[in-house]
């Protein structure tokens, strides 16, 4: 079993970047793709991005392609998603998921999630 415990984020001015990051525990991170997915009040969950195994991969949803760069360190059994060029509707909670398989963490399901980091963004 892996655990996975997001942290970075907080509140933040519309235009403004956040890193946020995803450290595993329980087992090696290297044996999964990773996914990060964001649930706002009121609104279905939202796959906003995802990277490989070996991080040769990655994919963005749409809404933030561009804005969105996810990277990894495996020998820290880290992932990163750095946001930038913020907006108010992307307050929500931020949280990674895992799954051996690339597809997986892209549309589910994924085996492991964390509980997420909060984001907030001003106008």
């Known amino acids: 079993q892996v655990q996975l415990v997001e942290t970075g984020g907080g509140l933040v001015q519309a235009g403004g970047s956040l890193r946020l990051s995803c450290e595993a525990s329980g087992r090696t991170l290297s044996r999964y793709a990773v996914g990060w997915f964001r649930q706002a009040p009121g609104k279905e969950r939202e796959r906003v991005g995802a990277?490989?195994?070996?991080?040769?991969?990655?994919w963005y949803a749409e809404s933030v392609k561009d804005r969105f760069t996810i990277s990894r360190d495996n020998a820290k059994n880290t992932v990163y998603l750095l946001m930038n060029t913020l907006k108010t509707e992307y307050t929500a909670v931020y949280c990674c998921?895992?799954?051996?398989?690339?597809?997986?963490?892209?549309?589910?399901?994924?085996?492991?999630w964390g509980r997420g980091t909060p984001v907030a963004v001003s106008s």
């Open positions: 990277i490989s195994r070996t991080g040769g991969s990655t």
């Open positions: 998921e895992v799954n051996e398989d690339f597809t997986a963490v892209r549309v589910g399901p994924a085996n492991y």
